[in-house]
T-cell receptor
Framework: GAVVSQHPSWVICKSGTSVKIECRSL??????MFWYRQFPKQSLMLMAT?????????EQGVEKDKFLINHASLTLSTLTVTSAHPEDSSFYIC??????????FGPGTRLTVT | AQSVTQLGSHVSVSEGALVLLRCNYS??????LFWYVQYPNQGLQLLLK??????LVKGINGFEAEFKKSETSFHLTKPSAHMSDAAEYFC??????????FGKGTRLHILP
């Protein structure tokens, strides 16, 4: 149990376009979902925390207008990178948590902006 | 503010030898501590976690870690390394809220 999926697993997009990444909790209802960013050979940095039905809470330094997060249901959160640029290329990982439980991590999405 | 320091970005051990990955933490309150493993191009898998119960925590795949408050350490060990243990390992700390702070990671190499 406690499986989290991400789609797509990798995506290439052109500079200036937007790309949406989905995070789903497959076998549990996630009251909270998290989005992380991981640069090559570096650690994970928390970008934002989202609770179902409410606005996401962004970490300091993360542009909320650039990284749009929607948590419309208890099993789905989406991260949209708007007007993507090459510096947005990274590995994006989501995690999901049900009340009082640990975070379960998705397999990640590799974004390459050309 | 909470933080995590992992000593050694790369560690190499021979197959069958002891694995020791070092982690020191800083926290203003009794922390929750975690070790995660990440295989290439994959997400994170929880190896073990400390939540103020027993100081010696046993995890999956034969790993264990000992919480030492006096040393602010939470080192990860495994008695005998296996080739499949080659991966990136992250130590992490949380102060009980949702925010998890990760260390920079240690890549474990297993030598045949």
């Amino acid at each position: 149990g406690a499986v989290v999926s991400q789609h797509p697993s990798w995506v290439i997009c052109k500079s200036g376009t937007s790309v949406k990444i989905e995070c789903r909790s497959l076998d549990f209802q996630a009251t909270t979902m998290f989005w992380y960013r991981q640069f090559p050979k570096q650690s994970l940095m928390l970008m934002a925390t989202s609770n179902e039905g409410s606005k996401a809470t962004y970490e300091q330094g993360v542009e909320k207008d650039k990284f749009l997060i929607n948590h419309a249901s208890l099993t789905l959160s989406t991260l949209t990178v708007t007007s993507a640029h090459p510096e947005d290329s990274s590995f994006y990982i989501c995690s999901a948590r049900k009340q009082g439980a640990q975070q379960y991590f998705g397999p990640g999405t590799r974004l390459t902006v050309t | 503010a909470q933080s995590v320091t992992q000593l050694g970005s790369h560690v190499s051990v021979s197959e069958g030898a002891l694995v020791l990955l070092r982690c020191n933490y800083s926290s203003s309150v009794p922390p929750y501590l975690f070790w995660y493993v990440q295989y290439p191009n994959q997400g994170l898998q929880l190896l073990l976690k400390y939540t103020s119960a027993a100081t010696l925590v046993k995890g999956i795949n034969g790993f264990e870690a000992e919480f030492k408050k006096s040393e602010t350490s939470f080192h990860l060990t495994k008695p005998s390394a296996h080739m499949s243990d080659a991966a990136e390992y992250f130590c992490a700390v949380s102060e009980g809220d949702d925010k998890i702070i990760f260390g920079k990671g240690t890549r474990l190499h297993i030598l045949p």
